[in-house]
C-alpha cells in the first residue's frame, strides 16, 4: 500500500466531518477516504485503492473526469459535477471540490478534495429541462414560434418555428436577442420597448406586445410577442423570459381592410364622409385656436345621373374617379378632398388669407370639371356646382358650416349649374323661404293661385305676332307674386311638377283653340316642360293622353310646341327621344330652350326630335356689332338652318339686339321689346293688332 497514514488528530477530525473528504495523487490513487465517503461506497480504503478511483465514477462521466483531471493538475484546482457508484450500485450526483496541498521540492503533487450531494438539485434541473421542453412542444404544435431569453448573457434561443416563421434556416440567425430586435419595424420598436420595461419593472404580469418583423424575404409579418420573466436575481432583476411570437399578419390586414373600409371611400380611394369631419374637427380646432380661417366646398356634379342612367354604372364609376382626380389636382397635396357620396365632393382649405382665395380654387376646380370626360370611346360632359362656406366669417360649427355651405350649393344650381356660390346669410332665409313655400305650393292649384301669362314671339322680319310661350305664375296669398325661377325647383323637388304641368297643359291647349278660331288660326303657343315631367313612371301614358287631346280639339297641326332644356338630352335617353316622337307624331311642335347654357352642342342636334331652338337670353343680352356674343349667335342660327331647326332669340330688348339678330338670319324674336308676358286679356289685345 502507498500513500500516508493520516496522523491520529486529523484522523479524529475526519470522522467527524459530515462532508466526503478524499485525498488523490496524480495517479489517482486514492491516499485518504473520510468514513462517510468510504461508507457512500460500501468499500474499505484497500477495496477502493484497488478498486481504482476512476472505476467508482459513472461510465458516462469518466471522459470528462479525465479532461478535467489533467487540467486540474496544471492549474491546482478541480471542479466538476459527476455521477458516483453507491454501496447498492446506484449512482448520485455529486459536486466534486479539490484544491491541490502545498507541496514541498520533490514530493509529488496531491488534490484533497471533498463531495456535496447535489442528486436533488440536478433531478430538479432534469425536471425543468424536461418541462421546458414540454412546453416549448406545446407551443410549437399550436404553431407559435418560442423564444428564450437569457437576459444577463444576452443570449436568446429561437425555436425551429420561430426561424422558420421569418424564413431563415437555424444557421442564419444567431441565438442573440439583437437579432429579431434588429428586424423590428422602427415604428413599433418604441412601443414594444416600453412594454418590455413595464413588464421587466413589473406593472405588467405578462409582456405582449404587437409588432412587425422584417423577414428575410424583405417582407413584413405582423406577429403578437408574449411573454414572462421566469427568474430573476436577488435584486429583482430580470435574468430568463421565455415567450412566444403568433403571425397575426392576416387578421392586422383584415383590421386594416376594415378600418380602410369605414374611413375612406371605395372607388375613389378619398377620405369618406366620416373621415371628413374627424379631420374638419381637428382642422376646426386648430383655426379656433390660431386664429386661422378656413373654406368648406361643396361639390357636386351637375347631370351625373343622367350619365349613370345613361351610359351604365361602369362609366359612372370611371367619370367619378377622373372627377376626384381632376379635383385633388386643383388643390395643394396637404388639403383634404373627400367624397360624400354619389356625386358629392367635399374640399376643406385651410390656412386661407380671405375668402377670396377659396373661391379661386372653386373656379379653378368649375373650370378643371367643364372639360370634356373620355370616357372608353364617350365624350361625356358635366359640369360642377360649388357651394363655399368660410370659418368663422359663416358659421363656427361644423354643422352651421355644412348647412351654409349646402345652401350656398342650392342657390349655384339654381342659378343654372356649372357656377359656385358663397354662403350669405340671406341664404339661411331663403332656405326657410323655401321650405314654407314649398308647403304652401300644395294648396295653390287647389285654391286657383296659379295662372298664365302668355308673352308673343314675333317673326323677326315683320315683328308678326306668330307664337307665344306660355309662363307660369303663382299669386301667393300672402306674398303676392312668385317668380318660376323660384317655385318651379319647388314643384320639381316636390313632385308637384306632374299635376302642375298637366293643369298647365290644358289650360294652354284650351286657350290656344279660343284664339285659333276667334283671332288668330294660325297661332302657336309653347309650354316649357320639367325634364321631372319626362322622367316620371307614366312619362309616357301623359303623352299618349296629351297628343289624344290636341287631336280631340284639333290642335294636331303644330298648334303646340313643348319646349324642352339642354339638361333632358344629355341623358341621352332612348326613352326621351322615343317622348318627343310620340309627341311629334301627334302634331306637336319641339322647342329646345336656353340655347347654350347647358353642354349640348350643336352637332349631335340632329340626332333628336326637335324643330325650334331659343337661343338663351345671356348671349343676346350683350350683342354688340363685333362681339364674340354675336359671332356666336350667327353660327348657332347657320348651324340651325343647316340642321332645318328654326332659331327663336330670346330676351330681346333692345332695337340694335334686335337688328343685329334679324341681320344673322334669326327666324323670331321674343322679348320685352316686343311684348312682356300678359295676362289672358292683355295678350288678347295684342293679338288683336297682329304686330308686337
Ligand atoms: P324660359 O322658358 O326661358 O322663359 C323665358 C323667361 O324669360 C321668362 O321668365 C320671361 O318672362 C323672361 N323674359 C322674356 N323676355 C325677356 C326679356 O326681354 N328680358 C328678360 N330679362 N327676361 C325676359 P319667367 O316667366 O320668370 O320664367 C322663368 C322660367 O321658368 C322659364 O324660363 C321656364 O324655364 C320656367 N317656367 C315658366 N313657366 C313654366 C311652366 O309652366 N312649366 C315649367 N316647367 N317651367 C316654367
Ligand atoms: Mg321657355
Ligand atoms: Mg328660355
Known amino acids: 500500500m502507498s500513500g500516508h497514514a493520516p496522523e491520529p488528530a486529523s484522523s479524529a477530525l475526519l470522522q467527524a466531518l459530515p462532508q466526503q473528504l478524499w485525498l488523490l495523487d496524480a495517479s489517482l490513487q486514492p491516499s485518504l477516504a473520510s468514513p462517510s465517503l468510504l461508507d457512500f461506497l460500501g468499500l474499505s480504503l484497500h477495496e477502493l485503492q484497488t478498486l481504482g478511483w476512476r472505476q467508482i465514477i459513472h461510465p458516462l462521466d469518466r471522459l470528462e473526469f479525465d479532461l478535467r483531471w489533467q487540467q486540474a493538475l496544471l492549474c491546482g484546482r478541480f471542479e466538476m459535477d459527476?455521477?458516483?457508484?453507491?454501496?447498492?450500485?446506484?449512482?448520485?450526483?455529486q459536486l466534486a471540490l479539490a484544491q491541490a496541498l502545498p507541496s514541498q521540492a520533490g514530493q509529488p503533487l496531491r488534490l484533497l478534495g471533498t463531495h456535496t450531494d447535489i442528486s436533488a438539485r440536478k433531478e430538479a434541473e432534469a425536471r425543468l429541462r424536461e418541462a421546458d421542453e414540454l412546453w416549448k412542444l406545446a407551443l410549437e404544435s399550436v404553431g407559435d414560434g418560442v423564444w428564450?431569453?437569457?437576459?444577463?448573457?444576452?443570449?436568446?434561443?429561437?425555436?425551429?418555428?420561430?426561424?422558420?416563421?421569418?424564413?431563415?434556416?437555424?444557421?442564419?440567425?444567431?441565438?442573440?436577442?439583437?437579432?429579431?430586435?434588429?428586424?423590428?419595424?422602427?415604428?413599433?420598436?418604441?412601443q414594444m420597448e416600453l412594454d418590455r420595461a413595464a413588464h421587466f419593472a413589473g406593472q405588467v404580469p405578462i409582456y405582449s406586445n404587437e409588432h412587425r418583423v422584417l423577414c428575410k424575404d424583405g417582407s413584413w409579418k405582423w406577429i403578437h410577442s408574449r411573454g414572462m420573466v421566469i427568474s430573476r436575481d436577488a435584486q429583482g432583476r430580470p435574468l430568463r423570459m421565455v415567450g412566444?411570437?403568433?403571425?397575426?399578419?392576416?387578421?392586422?390586414?383584415?383590421?386594416?381592410?376594415?378600418?380602410?373600409?369605414?374611413?375612406?371611400?371605395?372607388?375613389?380611394?378619398?377620405p369618406n364622409r366620416r373621415t371628413l369631419r374627424d379631420r374638419l374637427e381637428l382642422l376646426l380646432m386648430a383655426a379656433e385656436r390660431e386664429g386661422g380661417r378656413l373654406a368648406l366646398l361643396f361639390i357636386d356634379l351637375d347631370h351625373f345621373k343622367e350619365v349613370n342612367d345613361t351610359l351604365g354604372h361602369d362609366m359612372g364609376d370611371a367619370l367619378l374617379l377622373q372627377a376626384a382626380e381632376r379635383i385633388r389636382a386643383c388643390v395643394r397635396p396637404q388639403e383634404t378632398v373627400a367624397r360624400m357620396g354619389g356625386d358629392e365632393f367635399t374640399v376643406v382649405l385651410s390656412d386661407l388669407t380671405d375668402s377670396a382665395?377659396?373661391?379661386?380654387?372653386?373656379?379653378?376646380?368649375?373650370?378643371?370639371?367643364?372639360?370634356?370626360?373620355?370616357?372608353?370611346?364617350?365624350?361625356?360632359?358635366?359640369?360642377a356646382s360649388i357651394g363655399i362656406s368660410v370659418f368663422p366669417d359663416d358659421g363656427r360649427q361644423i354643422e352651421e358650416l355644412f348647412k351654409h355651405a349646402d345652401q350656398a350649393l342650392y342657390v349655384a344650381k339654381g342659378a343654372g349649374r356649372n357656377r359656385l356660390g358663397?354662403?350669405?346669410?340671406?341664404?339661411?332665409?331663403?332656405?326657410?323661404?323655401?321650405?314654407?313655400?314649398?308647403?304652401?305650393?300644395?294648396?295653390?292649384?287647389?285654391?286657383?293661385?296659379?295662372?298664365?301669362?302668355?308673352?308673343?314671339?314675333?317673326?323677326?322680319?315683320?315683328?308678326?305676332?306668330?307664337?307665344?310661350?306660355?309662363?307660369?305664375?303663382?299669386?301667393?296669398?300672402?306674398?303676392?307674386r312668385i317668380g318660376p325661377d323660384l317655385f318651379i325647383p319647388l314643384a320639381e323637388s316636390s313632385g308637384l311638377i306632374i299635376e302642375i304641368g298637366e293643369w298647365v297643359f290644358q289650360q294652354a291647349a284650351r286657350q290656344v283653340l279660343d284664339?285659333?278660331?276667334?283671332?288668330?288660326?294660325?297661332?302657336?303657343?309653347?309650354?316649357?316642360?320639367?325634364?321631372?315631367?319626362?322622367?316620371h313612371q307614366q312619362g309616357q301614358a301623359d303623352h299618349d293622353q296629351w297628343v289624344a287631346t290636341a287631336q280631340e280639339l284639333g290642335l294636331a297641326d303644330g298648334a303646340l310646341a313643348?319646349?324642352?332644356?339642354?339638361?333632358?338630352?344629355?341623358?341621352?335617353?332612348?326613352?326621351?327621344?322615343r317622348q318627343l316622337e310620340t309627341l311629334r307624331q301627334g302634331g306637336f311642335l319641339v322647342s329646345l330652350d336656353d340655347f347654350g347654357t347647358g353642354f349640348s352642342s350643336l352637332s349631335y342636334l340632329h340626332q333628336y326630335a326637335i324643330d325650334l331652338l331659343k337661343i338663351d337670353q345671356r348671349f343676346v343680352r350683350n350683342l354688340r356689332p363685333g362681339t364674340k356674343d354675336l359671332a356666336l349667335c350667327k353660327a348657332i342660327i347657320t348651324m340651325a338652318h343647316e340642321l332645318g331647326l328654326q332659331v327663336v332669340a330670346e330676351g330681346v330688348e333692345t332695337q340694335e339686339q334686335y337688328e343685329l339678330l334679324r341681320s344673322a338670319g334669326c327666324d323670331y324674336g321674343q322679348g320685352y321689346l316686343f311684348a312682356r308676358p300678359l295676362p289672358v286679356e292683355a295678350f288678347e289685345q295684342l293679338l288683336r293688332q297682329g304686330k308686337a
Open 515 to 535: 284664339w285659333r278660331q276667334r283671332l288668330h288660326p294660325g297661332l302657336q303657343i309653347s309650354i316649357n316642360k320639367s325634364p321631372v315631367q319626362f322622367r
Open 422 to 480: 358663397h354662403f350669405t346669410p340671406d341664404l339661411q332665409q331663403a332656405a326657410l323661404l323655401r321650405m314654407r313655400l314649398s308647403n304652401d305650393l300644395r294648396e295653390a292649384l287647389p285654391q286657383g293661385q296659379l295662372s298664365l301669362e302668355y308673352q308673343a314671339i314675333v317673326a323677326m322680319g315683320s315683328r308678326v305676332i306668330c307664337k307665344a310661350e306660355a309662363l307660369l305664375r303663382w299669386t301667393h296669398p300672402s306674398r303676392g
Open 244 to 270: 412566444t411570437h403568433t403571425d397575426i399578419t392576416q387578421r392586422k390586414q383584415a383590421e386594416a381592410l376594415i378600418w380602410h373600409q369605414a374611413h375612406f371611400d371605395a372607388l375613389t380611394g378619398l
Open 562 to 577: 313643348i319646349e324642352i332644356t339642354e339638361g333632358l338630352l344629355l341623358e341621352g335617353d332612348s326613352e326621351v327621344n
Open 148 to 190: 428564450d431569453w437569457y437576459i444577463q448573457e444576452d443570449v436568446e434561443i429561437y425555436s425551429a418555428r420561430i426561424l422558420q416563421m421569418y424564413g431563415f434556416a437555424e444557421s442564419e440567425i444567431k441565438p442573440s436577442p439583437s437579432e429579431l430586435d434588429a428586424r423590428t419595424h422602427p415604428e413599433d420598436r418604441a
Open 82 to 93: 459527476y455521477r458516483l457508484r453507491d454501496a447498492e450500485g446506484r449512482y448520485r450526483w
Open 357 to 383: 382665395e377659396a373661391e379661386a380654387v372653386a373656379q379653378k376646380i368649375i373650370l378643371a370639371m367643364a372639360a370634356a370626360f373620355h370616357l372608353h370611346e364617350e365624350r361625356v360632359f358635366v359640369s
